[in-house]
């Protein structure tokens, strides 16, 4: 089975001054395997997020290598992470970053457009997704007009629309009720499911972590398996 993604030996420490070197990896390890999902769990602080945004090409680390559908990656120029990003990766984050001026299929369109797919296929492929998330009737709605859970099924709809290898998402349903949070929980789930994609998703929340194929924390810099 393939890798769609290995992280090998990262670490990030980021500068402030000699006394001030934060150091929040230190020679993580992980790789996801073509059609896993993966918990990743830690406190506030323990470095998640950074981890996150090395593994979709956001951020560098200090040291240390990723490795996306084969391909190295990690030090890779800018025109290439952004081509590896957009072909290749989805987010979704606690907090969906909707743009406000455009409606839930326009919101979902755009990266599709950024990626070259005609105006016609974007829009057929956004109304698919949002059909399949129980949000028909919201086609032409802003953010605005949306809860919170249906802002966060759009974002989901938006990391899936240029049908990625990988998604990574970061604590996707930590801004949530937690009625709500099962109910979007379970959305997601069965896109991944569906969709056969491999995906690494932080949350503080040990019972949806529990509904993954394994679970992983960081601790003092480091993956470790639970």
Known sequence: MSKVLELRGLSKTYFEGKPNEIKVLDGADLALQAGEVVGLIAPSGAGKS???????????????????????????RDRERTRLRREHIGFIYQFHHLLPEFSAVENITLPQRANGVGR????K????LLDRVGLAARYSHRPAA???????????????ANGPKLLLADEPTGNLDPETSETVFGVLMELVRETGLS??????????AARMDRVVRLVAGKVEAV
């Open 50 to 76: 950074t981890l996150l945004q090395i593994a979709g090409l956001l951020d560098s680390p200090t040291s240390g290598g990723v490795w996306i559908d084969g391909q190295q990656a990690g030090q890779a």
């Open 120 to 123: 016609g296929e974007a829009d």
């Open 125 to 128: 492929r956004a109304r698919a």
């Open 146 to 160: 949306l809860s919170g859970g249906e802002q966060q099924r759009v974002a989901f709809c938006r990391a899936m």
């Open 199 to 208: 995906a690494l998703i932080a949350t503080h929340n040990h019972a949806l």
